[in-house]
Nanobody
Framework: VQLQACGGGLVHPGGSLRLSCAAS????????MGWFRQAPGKEREFVAA????????YYADSVQGRFTISRDNAKNTVYLQMNTLKPEDTAFYYC??????????????????WGQGTQVTVSS
């Protein structure tokens, strides 16, 4: 599957952005989808994930209550709605996919397919 992320940009603290990740190539609904981010000089970290149906979602503690992951299988797209953004949310954001086998995947090494990333900058 090929993944294409978009929606990043520059936003003031407290603002919002919605990232999108469009998938092509294989049946999107078979995939467990995740969002990760990587800031300069730091390791890639888990942000949020969603199972194949959208019925189960998972969040890093740092974004819980501020970010919402969702998916539209008819549009082959996963979204990350980011509200109340903070400067520490600044990073490159990546979407990733893995065959959904019923387990929860929050580590980058568990994912098979990656998008190219989109930059999110939170600054005044």
């Amino acid at each position: 599957v090929q993944l294409q992320a978009c929606g990043g940009g520059l936003v003031h603290p407290g603002g919002s952005l919605r990232l999108s990740c469009a998938a092509s190539g294989r049946t999107f609904s078979r995939y467990f989808m995740g969002w990760f981010r990587q800031a300069p000089g730091k390791e890639r970290e888990f942000v949020a994930a969603i199972n194949w149906s959208g019925g189960s979602t998972y969040y890093a503690d740092s974004v819980q209550g501020r970010f919402t992951i969702s998916r539209d299988n008819a549009k082959n797209t996963v979204y990350l709605q980011m509200n109340t953004l903070k400067p520490e949310d600044t990073a490159f954001y990546y979407c990733a996919a893995k065959d959904d086998t019923g387990f929860t995947y929050t580590r980058a090494v568990q994912y098979t397919y990656w998008g190219q990333g989109t930059q999110v900058t939170v600054s005044s």
